[in-house]
């Protein structure tokens, strides 16, 4: 069974870091792309980030790009989402996902974690 | 950036009864494969999102036959037909074609 277990969620003051982890079980992680998307509480959904299964090929919205660092662990079965420079607006539920072909057909969710960025 | 725009915004349905929900884009999503880089997103309440349909009009492992996508270019229609009370939440069209991929505002299922 194909799971997605985050972890690294939190409550951190404007202008902090925070370092999100996924890790993946059930398939062989290295093999597929992995994509972060976010939600701000009471929104719609939003792309963040998606790396290649050999992080060749990284990728980042306008509004994360310089600040947030997307990697991945084949050897652990691990993605994970450095936040660094942590912004109120940045506050929202992230999900990492297992994806198809890039960007299209998220299959898999991880159930998601909560930053909340406040002082 | 590509924009997308769903409708409507909110879809009171009838148990047993068909529903469908649009989703238009301001560029063409037709890649030069042939494929419509078009995916339907499903977020039940207090739930992650779900994957019901990609490249248009496939649909994912383990979703009812009941849910269709279709359209091509510009303007998609997802339906579902035989609307069940388990359907109920939040509807989001995405395209991946190119970065960013965008979402569309959403459509919110519930029952009358």
């Known amino acids: 069974e194909v799971q997605l277990v985050q972890s690294g969620g939190g409550l951190v003051k404007p202008g902090g870091s925070l370092r999100l982890s996924c890790a993946a079980s059930?398939?062989?992680?290295?093999?597929?792309?992995m994509n972060w998307f976010r939600q701000a509480p009471g929104k719609g959904l939003e792309w963040v980030s998606s790396?290649?299964?050999?992080?060749?090929?990284?990728s980042y919205s306008d509004s994360v790009k310089g600040r947030f660092t997307t990697s991945r662990d084949n050897a652990k079965n691990s993605l994970y989402l450095q936040m660094n420079s942590l912004r109120r607006e940045d506050t929202a539920v992230y999900y990492c996902?297992?994806?198809?072909?890039?960007?299209?057909?998220?299959?898999?969710w991880g159930q998601g974690a909560l930053v909340t960025v406040s002082s | 950036d590509i924009v997308m725009t769903q409708s409507p915004l909110s879809l009171p349905v009838t148990p047993g009864e068909s529903a469908s929900i649009s989703c238009r884009s301001n560029?063409?999503?037709?890649?030069?494969?042939?494929?419509?880089?078009l995916d339907w997103y499903l977020q039940k309440p207090g739930q992650s999102p779900q994957l019901l349909i990609y490249?248009?009009?496939k649909r994912a492992s383990g979703v009812p036959d009941r849910f269709s996508g279709s359209g091509s270019g510009i303007d998609f229609t997802l339906k579902i037909s035989r609307v069940e009370a388990e359907d109920v939440g939040i509807y989001y069209c995405?395209?991946?074609?190119?970065?960013?991929?965008?979402f569309g505002g959403g459509t919110k299922v519930d029952i009358k």
């Open positions: 490249l248009g009009s």
């Open positions: 790396i290649s299964s050999s992080s060749s090929s990284i």
């Open positions: 996902t297992r994806v198809i072909q890039w960007l299209t057909a998220n299959d898999f």
């Open positions: 059930g398939y062989t992680f290295n093999t597929y792309s």
């Open positions: 995405m395209q991946a074609l190119q970065i960013p991929a965008t």
């Open positions: 560029q063409s999503l037709l890649h030069s494969n042939g494929f419509n880089y």
